[in-house]
């Protein structure tokens, strides 16, 4: 009788390099602009804020890039991760078909965003950086980067949404004991974070906002630079040892994935765990689909528009080519706190452009609702914004049953939630707002955006 | 530059037995005796609370007993667990020891409790038992048994204590997700709770208590059993495959404890740890000494005395020889809730009167100061609970630095405190009181006791 099964590997199985997929796209990402001058930027341009070796990875169409030593022995610490199938979950839905997920929860930050703080407190370190400002939502990124920071004996000072402070205490928490100073945004310590409160004294955040938070901190010191958790190409290919990992484990499990989900705020964890099976299909000529799940109070990737826009509230970041409901907008206050964000990375939105990827949106209860028939199959408690993969996994299974066929269904379980225990409090109680942006209040945001001439 | 150090078994190197000591023990331990006519307890006994397998394992002299499928299966979501050397904490104390941990909150119970609540979750379903009624302290068993009981298809009702259902609600939505009831412990569904609430309707709980109201529901209904998460023999040998592993990783780093130490409740992750490594001693005259810290509030191996008495408030379970506080002991409203408890587990206690083991009593500030220097330099945040080990591995290394001479030390960190994050919040707000059981307040605990003879 066999009920669960873990596919593992061992340390020496996991890959060496980073997977950067501008190398193989038939259309290579445009370039950031920059924001004065609105020409392309080049690696100097971003050494105000980042260091050469990140300005460097952000630009580049290298196909792969050496993990450091000092890197692969921090993620050797929770890495390889283990992929599972979900044999009791597939049970409890009595579908044909096989569902896999990768589960990248089970590191001292309890999200995949360890794979790029590691790396991005390290180049800093390496290029005599003191401190690091950043952003947090819903507080992973965060904790992934207090504790790399600490580690590489950098200081941290992170602006953390403001709904996300208030519903999610323990994640703060977390952070100060990991060693970093955490803020709330919009704040009074910067002229982004005033301009904000001014308008709106109760102003709930947003990820643009902290960024422009945090950047404006980071260009006031040489020896301060900004770390962002997501939308950068430099992000996206930390975190591609997802899917490098998942495509030997599915290989391993005697089988290849049908489609291959991720939920998605700004596109990391998403890049990390498909890029290396689109490699698969550009290459090889794989028949896998790509399917990305957004919120339905943030849906960008649905109804945004492509076209350049600023990665923050207050534009002070490159012009990114992006899928972006403008980034003015704030979105619904929704326990998924990491997927509130206005934009899609550089890649992802090129690839979406392209049709090598699918997307969709999801409300919060339909989602909630996945998670917790998950916890109580599969044992782990989901992050909420976790819940959206999962929400998407199940959508598939349903769907393939009605159609008769067995799918192999693989999806990214991005973290746990056990500093969002709130969330799954709302959701019994039956208190848990759902939201589906209307096309009136698409069009308002949309018509803020001054749009640059995208081809 | 080697920062980290893990040591990783494969699921076919995880041992396919649990380790009984008591047929090992020089002196073996003494029998429960049956509360009403204070005879020694047979099987047949015990099965008015415990399915017959349980039954068999509590009295069992057998030196094995083998893992069933179902339980290896289960294991096998999260085991062999990882065993680290903590070679950053080494770094930041400037220790000239070695310090290794076993790490057992990777699974989704978050604690080591998961060992023996999947084997009690399936002996009882293999015995028709439909519904299991259980006490927890700080939650970590209460949430193991809840996800194994859904698994298996069982109704779970769990007492909390109130000063942890209170300062831990997260853990109690935990349960709430994994499907079981949980109420806060005294309550009126019980004459045992009742008569508590009688006499202080603001009683803060203890285990003791609410193991007498779990038993007095389960007594009512043949088709309801009871479940205990600590203290009894059948849970320690659940509890010896985290010691096992630990073993044959330690052999793998080339290495040998000299010291091995687990925080102290009832015994259970403590005899998981220590009893292998006994066996050694024991069988192979290996020198190795075994610690076990308790909170200097609950300081029943230091200060109590080695009787037989209840291993519950109003006296319904067996009369075990037990090192004890008395079952009417009611401790200090300590974060580590799971340490709060009167007695110690009928092995653990005849090891320490002969010597096998020591004990050693600590206050939560400096456990807790402990654990922050813990998750700051190897990551993993503790429960509060474990950071009683880590308190003791620290003293371990110091007095060996004081010596002049390098240790091998292993300790047990039980689970994670990610929903104990309260108890760091309070502790970095100095507002984390320690208490040291008085002279006075010892004597007047002990004075309640009614000894019976124990040789």
Redesign the interface.
């Known amino acids: 009788?066999?009920?669960?099964k873990?596919i593992?590997l061992?340390?020496k199985e996991m890959p060496g390099q980073w997977y950067n997929i501008a190398a193989d796209m038939p259309n290579k990402p445009m370039p950031p602009l920059h924001p004065g001058t609105k020409k392309p930027v080049c690696e100097e341009d971003l050494h105000a804020i980042f260091p050469p070796e990140i300005a460097r990875q952000e630009l580049s169409t290298e196909r792969y890039i050496d993990i450091p030593?000092?890197v692969t022995?921090?993620y050797?610490?929770f890495r390889p991760s283990p992929l599972?199938r979900a044999v009791?979950l597939e049970k409890a839905l009595g579908t044909k078909s096989k569902i896999y997920y990768k589960y990248e929860g089970?590191?001292?930050s309890?999200s995949h965003k360890a794979n790029t703080a590691i790396a991005q407190a390290y180049y800093n370190k390496k290029d005599g950086v003191r401190r690091i400002t950043t952003e947090t939502g819903a507080g992973q990124w965060g904790s992934a980067m207090s504790?790399a920071c600490?580690?590489f004996g950098l200081e941290l000072l992170v602006f953390m949404v403001k709904v996300s402070y208030n519903q999610k205490?323990?994640r703060k928490?977390?952070m100060?004991?990991?060693?970093a100073d955490v803020i709330p945004s919009p704040s009074t310590l910067t002229a982004a974070g005033r301009k904000i409160l001014e308008a709106d004294p109760d102003s709930p955040g947003s990820l643009g906002i902290a960024i422009s938070e945090a950047i404006e901190i980071a260009v006031q010191d040489p020896y301060t630079k900004y770390s962002l958790g997501s939308v950068l190409n430099h992000v996206s290919l930390h975190q591609t040892i997802i899917g490098e990992e998942a495509l030997i484990q599915m290989e391993k499990a005697g089988d290849y994935p049908d489609v291959v989900i991720g939920c998605f705020g700004g596109g990391s964890n998403f890049s990390g765990i498909t890029f290396p099976f689109i490699r698969e299909v550009i290459k090889k000529n794989r028949k896998t689909r790509f399917l990305a799940i957004e919120p339905s109070s943030c849906p960008k990737l649905t109804k945004g528009i492509f076209t350049y826009d600023f990665g923050d509230e207050a534009g002070m970041t490159p012009l990114l080519p992006m899928f972006t409901l403008g980034h003015s907008f704030i979105p619904d206050k929704i326990h998924a706190g990491g997927l509130r964000y206005h934009g899609a990375g550089v890649l992802v939105s090129q690839l979406l452009k392209d049709g090598f990827i699918e997307a969709k949106s999801k409300m919060q209860r339909e989602c909630m609702a996945g998670a917790?028939l998950f916890?109580?199959t599969e044992?782990?408690?989901p992050a909420p914004e976790s819940s959206y993969a999962i929400a998407g996994a199940l959508d598939e299974a349903r769907l393939a049953d009605i159609e008769g066929v067995s799918k192999t269904i693989l999806f990214n379980l991005t973290g746990?939630g056990?500093?969002d225990?709130s969330a799954?409090?709302k959701y019994?109680a039956n208190n848990l707002p759902d939201h589906e942006l209307s096309a009136a209040e698409v069009e308002k945001a949309l018509a803020k955006i001054n749009p640059i001439d995208c081809r």
């Open positions: 009788m066999e009920q669960f873990k593992i061992t340390e030593d000092e022995n921090l050797h610490t599972f009791n089970g590191n001292y309890g504790f600490n580690h205490p323990g928490l977390l100060n004991t990991y060693n917790t916890a109580r044992g782990i408690l746990h056990h500093f225990i799954y409090e019994f």
